[in-house]
């Protein structure tokens, strides 16, 4: 639908996404700043940091595009590293590290779209409810202190290469050509878009609107659970706080990316933008030391300015 729109746009400014407009504004102004910036080994740094980010925002995509929203990943994520650093330190094995975050992702995401589509609560009270939840679990199982001593199995998950290219980059790139393949090229993609636009249309097809909105949270939920492994390979620990906020930085990216909250209007690369438009943010301002309270505003203030420029756009 995206691309339909920019494609009857006959205004060639206009088919430049707000997105890209903000990538590369910051962009030039960050290179202008900081020296360092535009460097192969930073643009790599920004790129390898942004994958975790990425594994939230294409699942919260979809979510988003139901009209619903989880609060519940960053604190879901948290969990998984840790139960990741748990089994992987008391077994040796990655497999089962990365198996267990996986069933735990998949719970609270069952238990998320069985909330919202089965009894009926809003996504935002939901989801802040499981937030809670896996909070106090991953205070329980880790008894508020850090897991460390991972295997080197999980540790090079973050620090190896795959034909020269770093190993969080090509899962990155990886989980993107899946969910653009779900989204664009299946028919689950076809009904995730009428979720969110057109219920009606499902109930003549004979599709449980229910088994699919839960369906589309244990998917996030899945995610969330890949994502803990690199978080913990990342950190080369499980710590009780690592994961928190990040769904924030979600939102935001598949915001600035243009996917709206409302119709069932979503748009995979726009969110792939998005989170690089964040990672470079985030990179531009610590290279700049600015504090991280700072860099939470900025986010906010990305968000707004990036919408804004689209309406602007859209006005004309």
């Not at 909330?115 to 409810?129: D, M, S």
Request: glycine share 14%.
């Amino acid at each position: 639908m995206r691309e339909q729109a920019m494609v009857l746009n006959t205004n060639p400014l206009q088919r430049i996404p707000g997105v890209a407009v903000m990538l590369v504004l910051l962009c030039v102004v960050f290179s202008l700043m900081t020296p360092g910036f535009l460097t192969v080994p930073n643009i790599s740094n920004v790129l390898v940091q942004s994958t975790i980010l990425l594994m939230l925002a294409l699942p919260m995509t979809l979510i988003i595009m139901t009209e619903g929203l989880d609060l519940s990943m960053g604190a879901v994520l948290t969990l998984t590293s840790l139960i990741v650093a748990i089994v992987a330190l008391a077994t040796g094995s990655l497999l089962l590290g990365l198996l267990a975050a996986l069933a735990v992702g998949i719970v609270f995401g069952t238990i998320n779209g069985w909330l919202v589509a089965v009894v009926g609560i809003p996504p935002f009270v939901a989801t802040l409810g499981t937030l809670g939840m896996a909070q106090g679990l991953s205070l329980i199982v880790s008894d508020g202190q850090s897991v460390v001593g991972m295997p080197a199995a999980v540790r090079g998950v973050y620090s190896g290469t795959l034909g020269g290219v770093p190993l969080p980059i090509v899962l990155g790139l990886g989980s993107y050509l899946a969910f653009h393949g779900l989204l664009y090229h299946t028919r689950f993609g076809t009904y995730i878009f009428a979720l969110g636009g057109n219920r009606e249309a499902l109930k003549f097809a004979g599709i449980s609107a229910r088994r699919l909105l839960i369906l589309v949270y244990a998917l996030g939920g899945a995610m969330v659970g890949l994502a803990g492994l690199l978080m913990t390979a990342r950190m080369n620990s499980g710590h009780p706080t690592a994961g928190l906020g990040l769904e924030f930085d979600a939102i935001a990216a598949v915001a600035v990316g243009g996917t709206s909250f409302e119709r069932g209007n979503g748009w995979l690369l726009g969110t792939l933008l998005g989170v690089v438009t964040v990672g470079v943010l985030r990179n531009g301002l610590n290279l700049l030391a600015l504090p991280s309270s700072i860099q939470v505003a900025s986010v906010g203030l990305l968000v707004i300015a990036a919408l804004f420029v689209d309406g602007l756009r859209s006005r004309s």
